[in-house]
Each structure stands twice: as C-alpha cells, then as structure tokens.
C-alpha cells in the first residue's frame, strides 16, 4: 500500500510518495496530493519518487494532472529525485519537455 510523507517549508511542498503508482493506488495519491496542495497553496511543489520503483501510465497521469493543478494555482512543479526505472519512464513519455527533473546528477531543488 502506497503511502505519502508530506514535508512544507518556506512555501514549498515535497510529497514523497513511497510504493508503486499504478491503477489501484493512483486515485487515492492524487486525491492526498490535491488536498494538501489546496489547503497549504504552495509556490513550489517537489514530487518526491524516489522510493517509487514501480510505476504505470497511471502515475504519468498523476504526474501530468498534478502538474495542471499546480499551474492553476500559480505554483511551479518538480519532479524529485525519481528512481532509475522511474526516470527511464519518465524521460520515454517526454515529461521533461513539461516540467523540471531535479535531485539527481548536478541538479537542485
């Protein structure tokens, strides 16, 4: 079972999620996600997939619809840190071309 560790300070929120993104645990995700986002409205908002080692195409759509709330509300959107598979997902569907990519290699949050 997924779980999610939240973290906000200085106006940013990370959201680590711990587990695998698939079609069973996507909806409970984005709905945790959604909430803190709209209760702390934060300026910067880290997803944290490091310790995610599986993921589907459910998690690119918890991806891409997190990304259109935050853009919504004004706030930017990163990807942290995402594991090896995670990131070879990623980098397959083109998710750079949307959005930032940090924590790994010389990057910063």
């Known amino acids: 079972m997924e779980k999610i560790?939240?973290?906000f300070e200085n106006n940013v929120l990370s959201a680590r999620i711990?587990?695998?993104i698939d079609h069973h645990s996507a909806r409970g995700?984005?709905?945790?996600?959604d909430s803190v986002i709209f209760d702390k409205k934060p300026l910067t908002v880290l997803l944290d997939l490091s310790t995610v080692d599986f993921m589907d195409s459910s998690g690119l759509g918890l991806i891409l619809g997190r990304f259109t709330v935050c853009s919504e509300i004004g706030a930017e959107f990163k990807i942290y840190k995402p594991s090896r598979g995670v990131k070879k997902i990623l980098?397959?569907?083109g998710i750079e071309r949307l959005m930032?990519?940090?924590g790994d290699d010389s990057d910063e949050a």
């Open 29 to 33: 995700v984005r709905e945790k996600i």
């Open 5 to 7: 560790k939240f973290n």
């Open 91 to 93: 980098e397959l569907a």
């Open 18 to 20: 711990v587990g695998d």
């Open 100 to 102: 930032k990519i940090v």
